[in-house]
Protein backbone atom coordinates (compact mmCIF):
# COMPACT_ATOMS: atom_id res chain seq x y z
CA UNK A 1 0.00 0.00 0.00
CA UNK A 2 1.80 3.30 -1.25
CA UNK A 3 0.34 6.89 -1.18
CA UNK A 4 1.87 9.92 -3.32
CA UNK A 5 1.56 13.51 -3.07
CA UNK A 6 3.43 14.80 -6.02
CA UNK A 7 1.10 13.22 -8.91
CA UNK A 8 3.42 9.82 -8.32
CA UNK A 9 6.58 11.43 -8.83
CA UNK A 10 7.40 9.16 -5.32
CA UNK A 11 5.73 7.48 -3.25
CA UNK A 12 5.41 5.70 0.65
CA UNK A 13 4.29 3.07 1.93
CA UNK A 14 1.65 2.89 4.18
CA UNK A 15 2.38 -0.55 5.46
CA UNK A 16 2.70 -0.64 9.37
CA UNK A 17 2.71 -4.11 11.74
CA UNK A 18 -1.00 -3.81 12.07
CA UNK A 19 -1.45 -5.50 9.01
CA UNK A 20 -0.70 -8.97 8.37
CA UNK A 21 -2.19 -9.76 5.01
CA UNK A 22 -2.35 -8.81 1.35
CA UNK A 23 -3.80 -6.51 0.22
CA UNK A 24 -6.68 -5.94 -2.19
CA UNK A 25 -8.17 -2.47 -2.35
CA UNK A 26 -8.18 0.76 -0.58
CA UNK A 27 -10.57 3.43 -0.41
CA UNK A 28 -10.05 7.46 1.11
CA UNK A 29 -13.43 9.53 2.85
CA UNK A 30 -14.24 11.69 0.77
CA UNK A 31 -15.45 13.62 3.88
CA UNK A 32 -12.54 13.13 5.82
CA UNK A 33 -9.08 12.58 4.49
CA UNK A 34 -7.42 11.18 6.79
CA UNK A 35 -10.07 8.31 7.37
CA UNK A 36 -9.28 5.52 5.30
CA UNK A 37 -10.63 1.76 4.71
CA UNK A 38 -8.09 -1.11 3.44
CA UNK A 39 -9.48 -4.38 2.11
CA UNK A 40 -6.75 -7.09 2.92
CA UNK A 41 -7.00 -10.83 2.36
CA UNK A 42 -8.21 -11.15 6.18
CA UNK A 43 -10.36 -8.65 6.41
CA UNK A 44 -10.96 -5.51 6.58
CA UNK A 45 -8.60 -2.49 8.41
CA UNK A 46 -8.98 1.30 9.24
CA UNK A 47 -6.48 4.09 9.64
CA UNK A 48 -7.61 7.55 11.09
CA UNK A 49 -4.83 9.29 10.38
CA UNK A 50 -3.79 8.58 7.16
CA UNK A 51 -2.40 5.03 7.32
CA UNK A 52 0.15 5.95 10.16
CA UNK A 53 -2.08 3.40 12.40
CA UNK A 54 -4.17 0.66 10.88
CA UNK A 55 -6.56 -1.01 13.33
CA UNK A 56 -8.74 -4.14 12.10
CA UNK A 57 -12.40 -3.42 11.86
CA UNK A 58 -13.91 -6.55 14.22
CA UNK A 59 -17.74 -5.65 14.35
CA UNK A 60 -19.16 -8.45 12.89
CA UNK A 61 -16.90 -8.19 9.43
CA UNK A 62 -14.75 -11.46 9.67
CA UNK A 63 -11.55 -12.26 8.65
CA UNK A 64 -12.54 -12.48 4.63
CA UNK A 65 -10.93 -11.15 1.59
CA UNK A 66 -12.40 -7.76 0.82
CA UNK A 67 -11.99 -7.22 -2.96
CA UNK A 68 -13.71 -4.51 -3.13
CA UNK A 69 -14.83 -1.00 -1.28
CA UNK A 70 -17.55 1.66 -2.03
CA UNK A 71 -18.36 4.59 -0.18
CA UNK A 72 -22.40 5.21 -0.37
CA UNK A 73 -22.85 8.74 -0.91
CA UNK A 74 -26.42 9.74 0.17
CA UNK A 75 -26.20 6.93 3.42
CA UNK A 76 -22.75 7.34 4.31
CA UNK A 77 -22.26 3.47 3.98
CA UNK A 78 -19.54 1.43 3.83
CA UNK A 79 -20.03 -1.70 1.11
CA UNK A 80 -17.50 -4.22 1.04
CA UNK A 81 -17.24 -6.76 -1.71
CA UNK A 82 -16.14 -9.86 -0.72
CA UNK A 83 -14.81 -13.16 -1.49
CA UNK A 84 -17.31 -16.39 -0.07
CA UNK A 85 -19.25 -13.37 1.98
CA UNK A 86 -21.27 -11.58 -0.58
CA UNK A 87 -22.08 -7.98 0.74
CA UNK A 88 -21.09 -6.04 3.88
CA UNK A 89 -22.50 -2.92 4.47
CA UNK A 90 -21.18 -1.05 7.49
CA UNK A 91 -24.77 1.63 8.14
CA UNK A 92 -23.38 4.96 8.61
CA UNK A 93 -19.23 5.40 8.79
CA UNK A 94 -20.49 9.35 10.33
CA UNK A 95 -18.95 8.55 13.77
CA UNK A 96 -15.54 7.42 12.10
CA UNK A 97 -15.55 10.62 10.11
CA UNK A 98 -15.79 12.58 13.59
CA UNK A 99 -13.70 10.49 15.87
CA UNK A 100 -10.74 12.79 16.34
CA UNK A 101 -7.28 12.33 18.57
CA UNK A 102 -9.04 14.70 21.37
CA UNK A 103 -12.03 12.66 21.53
CA UNK A 104 -10.04 9.41 21.55
CA UNK A 105 -8.59 10.74 24.99
CA UNK A 106 -12.38 11.92 26.96
CA UNK A 107 -13.50 8.92 28.86
CA UNK A 108 -17.08 9.66 26.73
CA UNK A 109 -17.23 11.45 23.49
CA UNK A 110 -20.18 11.37 22.10
CA UNK A 111 -20.10 11.39 17.75
CA UNK A 112 -22.62 12.26 15.56
CA UNK A 113 -24.76 10.24 13.37
CA UNK A 114 -26.55 10.46 9.70
CA UNK A 115 -29.67 12.82 10.58
CA UNK A 116 -32.80 11.00 11.86
CA UNK A 117 -35.95 11.12 9.98
CA UNK A 118 -39.51 8.95 9.88
CA UNK A 119 -40.23 6.91 7.94
CA UNK A 120 -43.60 6.36 6.53
CA UNK A 121 -45.90 3.66 8.90
CA UNK A 122 -48.11 3.08 5.87
CA UNK A 123 -48.63 -1.10 5.13
CA UNK A 124 -48.27 -2.81 1.79
CA UNK A 125 -50.12 -6.09 0.88
CA UNK A 126 -48.64 -7.71 -2.41
CA UNK A 127 -47.92 -10.92 -3.98
CA UNK A 128 -44.67 -11.01 -5.85
CA UNK A 129 -43.77 -13.66 -8.40
CA UNK A 130 -41.23 -16.04 -7.84
CA UNK A 131 -37.99 -13.44 -9.11
CA UNK A 132 -38.36 -10.77 -6.61
CA UNK A 133 -36.04 -9.91 -4.40
CA UNK A 134 -36.95 -9.05 -0.65
CA UNK A 135 -35.15 -7.41 1.50
CA UNK A 136 -36.03 -5.98 5.22
CA UNK A 137 -36.16 -2.00 5.63
CA UNK A 138 -34.25 -0.59 7.99
CA UNK A 139 -35.90 -0.29 11.04
CA UNK A 140 -37.33 2.97 12.39
CA UNK A 141 -35.18 3.53 15.42
CA UNK A 142 -33.03 6.42 16.75
CA UNK A 143 -29.69 5.69 17.38
CA UNK A 144 -26.34 7.44 19.65
CA UNK A 145 -23.11 7.06 19.40
CA UNK A 146 -20.03 7.52 21.53
CA UNK A 147 -16.73 6.76 22.88
CA UNK A 148 -15.58 5.45 25.41
CA UNK A 149 -11.70 5.50 26.43
CA UNK A 150 -11.95 2.62 28.72
CA UNK A 151 -13.93 -0.55 28.99
CA UNK A 152 -16.59 0.25 31.60
CA UNK A 153 -16.41 -2.51 34.41
CA UNK A 154 -17.60 -1.11 37.64
CA UNK A 155 -20.45 0.88 38.42
CA UNK A 156 -23.72 2.67 36.88
CA UNK A 157 -23.43 2.77 32.96
CA UNK A 158 -27.43 3.68 31.85
CA UNK A 159 -28.93 6.26 28.99
CA UNK A 160 -32.12 8.01 29.68
CA UNK A 161 -34.38 9.91 27.22
CA UNK A 162 -36.27 13.48 28.22
CA UNK A 163 -38.21 15.68 25.98
CA UNK A 164 -37.47 19.09 25.60
CA UNK A 165 -39.05 20.04 28.63
CA UNK A 166 -37.44 17.85 30.56
CA UNK A 167 -39.66 15.24 31.48
CA UNK A 168 -38.26 11.65 31.66
CA UNK A 169 -39.71 9.01 28.82
CA UNK A 170 -37.58 5.97 29.04
CA UNK A 171 -34.63 3.93 30.37
CA UNK A 172 -32.40 2.41 28.19
CA UNK A 173 -29.41 0.19 28.78
CA UNK A 174 -25.81 1.13 27.24
CA UNK A 175 -22.77 -0.53 25.56
CA UNK A 176 -19.38 -0.43 27.30
CA UNK A 177 -16.81 -1.62 25.34
CA UNK A 178 -14.18 0.37 24.45
CA UNK A 179 -14.50 2.36 21.46
CA UNK A 180 -17.26 3.41 19.21
CA UNK A 181 -20.69 2.26 21.00
CA UNK A 182 -24.16 2.70 19.14
CA UNK A 183 -27.30 2.14 21.02
CA UNK A 184 -30.50 1.99 19.37
CA UNK A 185 -33.17 4.46 20.99
CA UNK A 186 -36.94 2.83 20.41
CA UNK A 187 -38.82 6.10 19.29
CA UNK A 188 -42.03 4.28 20.10
CA UNK A 189 -44.16 4.30 23.59
CA UNK A 190 -45.30 0.89 24.75
CA UNK A 191 -48.72 -0.14 24.00
CA UNK A 192 -51.53 1.43 25.80
CA UNK A 193 -52.93 -0.95 28.77
CA UNK A 194 -56.67 -1.61 27.48
CA UNK A 195 -59.49 -3.44 29.25
CA UNK A 196 -59.89 -7.03 29.84
CA UNK A 197 -61.32 -9.11 27.31
CA UNK A 198 -61.18 -12.61 25.94
CA UNK A 199 -60.15 -11.08 22.54
CA UNK A 200 -56.89 -9.72 21.46
CA UNK A 201 -57.09 -5.80 20.45
CA UNK A 202 -54.63 -6.04 17.64
CA UNK A 203 -55.83 -2.08 16.86
CA UNK A 204 -53.93 -1.21 20.10
CA UNK A 205 -50.91 -3.64 19.61
CA UNK A 206 -48.52 -1.01 19.21
CA UNK A 207 -47.39 2.19 21.01
CA UNK A 208 -47.66 5.55 18.90
CA UNK A 209 -44.43 7.22 17.95
CA UNK A 210 -42.55 10.07 19.68
CA UNK A 211 -43.64 13.33 18.69
CA UNK A 212 -41.12 15.11 15.79
CA UNK A 213 -38.56 17.40 17.45
CA UNK A 214 -35.80 17.66 19.77
CA UNK A 215 -35.32 15.79 22.89
CA UNK A 216 -32.38 15.39 25.89
CA UNK A 217 -30.15 12.27 25.85
CA UNK A 218 -28.28 11.81 28.98
CA UNK A 219 -25.62 9.07 29.99
CA UNK A 220 -24.67 8.11 33.50
CA UNK A 221 -21.33 6.47 33.54
CA UNK A 222 -20.20 5.90 37.56
CA UNK A 223 -20.50 9.65 39.28
CA UNK A 224 -20.26 11.05 35.99
CA UNK A 225 -23.00 11.96 33.53
CA UNK A 226 -22.81 13.43 29.43
CA UNK A 227 -25.49 15.19 27.80
CA UNK A 228 -26.32 15.62 24.24
CA UNK A 229 -29.46 15.87 22.03
CA UNK A 230 -31.14 13.84 19.58
CA UNK A 231 -33.41 14.96 17.13
CA UNK A 232 -36.38 13.44 15.46
CA UNK A 233 -36.79 14.94 11.94
CA UNK A 234 -40.53 14.62 9.87
CA UNK A 235 -40.57 12.12 6.85
CA UNK A 236 -39.02 13.94 4.07
CA UNK A 237 -41.70 12.35 1.85
CA UNK A 238 -45.10 13.52 3.45
CA UNK A 239 -46.90 16.31 2.06
CA UNK A 240 -49.13 17.11 5.22
CA UNK A 241 -48.25 20.51 6.78
CA UNK A 242 -47.28 20.91 10.43
CA UNK A 243 -50.59 21.59 12.19
CA UNK A 244 -51.99 18.58 10.66
CA UNK A 245 -49.36 16.44 11.55
CA UNK A 246 -49.52 17.90 15.09
CA UNK A 247 -53.33 17.60 15.51
CA UNK A 248 -53.12 13.94 14.33
CA UNK A 249 -50.38 13.08 17.00
CA UNK A 250 -52.36 14.80 19.83
CA UNK A 251 -55.37 12.86 18.57
CA UNK A 252 -54.14 10.24 18.41
CA UNK A 253 -52.30 10.64 22.13
CA UNK A 254 -55.58 11.58 23.39
CA UNK A 255 -57.04 7.80 22.51
CA UNK A 256 -53.82 6.70 23.92
CA UNK A 257 -54.88 8.09 26.93
CA UNK A 258 -58.35 7.02 26.94
CA UNK A 259 -57.63 3.24 26.49
CA UNK A 260 -55.39 3.37 29.71
CA UNK A 261 -58.21 5.24 31.55
CA UNK A 262 -60.47 2.82 30.38
CA UNK A 263 -58.09 -0.23 31.32
CA UNK A 264 -57.88 1.50 34.93
CA UNK A 265 -61.21 1.78 35.10
CA UNK A 266 -62.17 -1.25 33.97
CA UNK A 267 -59.83 -3.39 36.72
CA UNK A 268 -61.55 -0.77 39.19
CA UNK A 269 -64.81 -2.61 38.25
CA UNK A 270 -63.60 -6.13 38.02
CA UNK A 271 -62.35 -5.96 41.78
CA UNK A 272 -65.24 -4.95 42.89
CA UNK A 273 -67.43 -7.41 41.00
CA UNK A 274 -64.78 -10.29 42.41
CA UNK A 275 -65.39 -8.67 46.10
CA UNK A 276 -68.95 -8.95 45.58
CA UNK A 277 -68.98 -12.33 44.48
CA UNK A 278 -66.82 -13.48 47.47
CA UNK A 279 -69.74 -11.70 49.50
CA UNK A 280 -72.62 -14.34 47.35
CA UNK A 281 -70.36 -16.96 47.99
CA UNK A 282 -70.36 -16.29 51.92
CA UNK A 283 -74.02 -15.08 52.36
CA UNK A 284 -75.73 -16.40 55.21
CA UNK A 285 -79.34 -14.94 54.70
CA UNK A 286 -81.57 -15.07 51.24
CA UNK A 287 -81.72 -10.84 51.82
CA UNK A 288 -77.52 -10.43 52.18
CA UNK A 289 -77.67 -13.48 48.75
CA UNK A 290 -79.92 -10.84 46.77
CA UNK A 291 -78.03 -7.71 47.53
CA UNK A 292 -75.08 -9.83 46.14
CA UNK A 293 -76.48 -10.40 43.40
CA UNK A 294 -77.58 -7.58 42.27
CA UNK A 295 -73.81 -6.02 42.98
CA UNK A 296 -72.49 -8.91 40.63
CA UNK A 297 -74.66 -8.25 37.86
CA UNK A 298 -74.65 -4.37 37.96
CA UNK A 299 -70.52 -5.02 38.04
CA UNK A 300 -70.69 -7.57 35.28
CA UNK A 301 -73.13 -5.41 32.80
CA UNK A 302 -70.28 -2.11 33.55
CA UNK A 303 -68.03 -4.44 32.84
CA UNK A 304 -69.65 -5.88 29.54
CA UNK A 305 -70.42 -2.17 28.27
CA UNK A 306 -66.30 -1.62 28.38
CA UNK A 307 -65.16 -4.10 26.59
CA UNK A 308 -65.96 -7.81 24.29
CA UNK A 309 -66.76 -10.71 27.05
CA UNK A 310 -67.83 -13.13 24.35
CA UNK A 311 -64.90 -14.65 22.15
CA UNK A 312 -64.85 -13.79 19.03
CA UNK A 313 -63.88 -15.90 15.60
CA UNK A 314 -60.75 -15.62 13.36
CA UNK A 315 -59.46 -12.81 15.63
CA UNK A 316 -62.37 -10.84 15.25
CA UNK A 317 -64.57 -10.14 18.29
CA UNK A 318 -68.35 -10.88 18.44
CA UNK A 319 -69.11 -7.90 20.35
CA UNK A 320 -68.25 -3.79 19.84
CA UNK A 321 -67.51 -2.35 22.86
CA UNK A 322 -66.12 1.03 24.35
CA UNK A 323 -62.72 -0.75 24.26
CA UNK A 324 -63.46 -1.73 20.40
CA UNK A 325 -64.99 1.65 19.49
CA UNK A 326 -61.76 3.75 20.67
CA UNK A 327 -58.82 0.96 19.15
CA UNK A 328 -59.95 1.24 16.09
CA UNK A 329 -59.79 5.28 16.18
CA UNK A 330 -56.27 4.99 17.47
CA UNK A 331 -55.31 2.58 14.81
CA UNK A 332 -56.44 4.38 12.38
CA UNK A 333 -54.76 7.57 13.42
CA UNK A 334 -51.56 5.27 13.47
CA UNK A 335 -51.74 4.59 10.12
CA UNK A 336 -51.88 7.76 8.51
CA UNK A 337 -50.13 10.69 8.63
CA UNK A 338 -52.16 13.26 7.92
CA UNK A 339 -55.08 15.31 9.95
CA UNK A 340 -58.10 13.30 12.03
CA UNK A 341 -61.54 13.27 10.46
CA UNK A 342 -64.27 15.38 11.94
CA UNK A 343 -65.84 12.39 12.57
CA UNK A 344 -63.19 10.63 14.78
CA UNK A 345 -62.92 13.74 16.63
CA UNK A 346 -66.39 13.95 17.66
CA UNK A 347 -66.30 10.10 18.15
CA UNK A 348 -63.46 10.46 21.04
CA UNK A 349 -65.67 13.65 22.15
CA UNK A 350 -68.51 10.94 22.22
CA UNK A 351 -66.78 7.87 23.98
CA UNK A 352 -64.93 10.48 26.65
CA UNK A 353 -68.10 11.15 28.07
CA UNK A 354 -69.18 7.55 28.55
CA UNK A 355 -65.67 7.01 30.59
CA UNK A 356 -66.59 8.02 34.01
Not at 253 to 268: I, Q, S
Request: glycine share 8%.
Amino acid sequence: VFHTLDYGQSWNSLVTEDLDAYCHTIKQDPVNADLLFLGTEFGLFISLDHGKQWKRFMNNVPKVGVFEIVIQASQHDLVLGTHGRGIIIIDDITPLRNLTPEKMTQNLAFLPLRPFHFISQTGLQDFGGDQEFVGPNYPNVARIAYHLKKRHVFGDLYMELFDAEGNFIKKLQTGGRKGINVVTVPINLDPPKVPKSPNILGEAAFGPSLEEGSYKIKITKGKETYETELVLNENQKLTHTKAERKLRYETMMRAYKMLENLAELDTEILDKQATAQTELEGAKSKRAKTKAQEEVAKYAAMHESISATQPGEGGIPGQIRLREKIAEIYSALGGYQGAPTNLQVKALDLYSGEIT
